[in-house]
């Protein structure tokens, strides 16, 4: 399963990149509004910090489709590196999907609820689905059977397409999305943390340091080894 990391904040993606093994950066209108800056220069350097291996995904923020089209072939100039669209489903997006695809342009279907919008546009030619979990969740649907249900459909109907689980609140929606056979999930970093954290490691991690230096006092390794 391939972590992506959903902020557009340039420190919180800096440390991110150095610390997990991040395949990606998503972003959406209301991301990029927080950092309240110059989107040129944000998503610049957005792909400066990931390089240009790592996905990019970045929202559209035009509702016809032949302005998603074009926002979509100039955003990927101007970006560059692997980039995709990312556009909410509806009519108008799913039009404009059919004909990048004929562009080479790769497209993130985002704002999926249902299992029947992830499947249209897979069908349509999205190259990622991005169902929303905690969302479903909070309106006391199950993010995860929608999450599970897209991929089991994704199998039956061999479609290339992948699922990009967004809108993650806890690390239990994080862990069943890949029991689920998720392809990716996109997270925020203080969820990255928690998915790292657990209170019995960082007890083991103090005994060892105590009984190394019941023996040892404060040598290190590099001190032991070094040729008398
Ligand atoms: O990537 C989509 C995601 O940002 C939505 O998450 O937390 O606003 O439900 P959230």
Redesign the pocket.
């Known amino acids: 399963m391939l972590y992506i990391i959903?902020t557009a904040h340039l420190e919180e993606i800096r440390k991110c990149v150095e610390i997990y093994p991040v395949a990606g950066v998503?972003?959406?209108p209301?991301?990029i509004s927080k950092e309240n800056t110059d989107f040129g220069y944000l998503v610049k350097t957005i792909r400066e910090i990931i390089g240009p291996d790592r996905m990019l995904?970045i929202q559209t923020t035009s509702t016809t489709a032949d302005a998603i089209v074009k926002e979509a072939m100039e955003l990927q100039q101007f970006v560059g590196g692997d980039f995709y669209i990312?556009i909410p489903i509806s009519p108008e997006g799913l039009k404009a999907t059919r004909k990048l695809k004929k562009y080479g342009v790769k497209v993130t279907m985002?704002?999926i609820f249902t299992q029947q919008q992830a499947l249209i546009s897979a069908l349509a030619g999205a190259d990622f689905v991005?169902p929303?979990?905690?969302?479903l969740d909070?309106i006391v649907s199950d993010g995860i059977h929608v999450v599970n249900e897209i991929v089991d459909q994704f199998k039956n109907y061999g479609v290339k397409a992948k699922v990009l689980a967004?809108?993650?609140?806890n690390v239990e929606q994080v862990h069943k999305a890949a029991l689920a056979g998720c392809h990716a999930v996109?997270i925020?970093p203080d969820l990255f943390e928690k998915l790292i954290y657990h209170p019995l490691t960082y007890y083991a991690i103090d005994d060892f340091s105590k009984d190394w230096e019941s023996v040892y006092g404060d040598q290190k390794i590099l001190d032991l080894i070094k040729e008398k």
């Open positions: 959903d998503t972003t959406n209301t991301i995904h990312k985002t704002a991005a929303y979990v905690n969302r909070n967004a809108s993650f609140k996109t925020n």
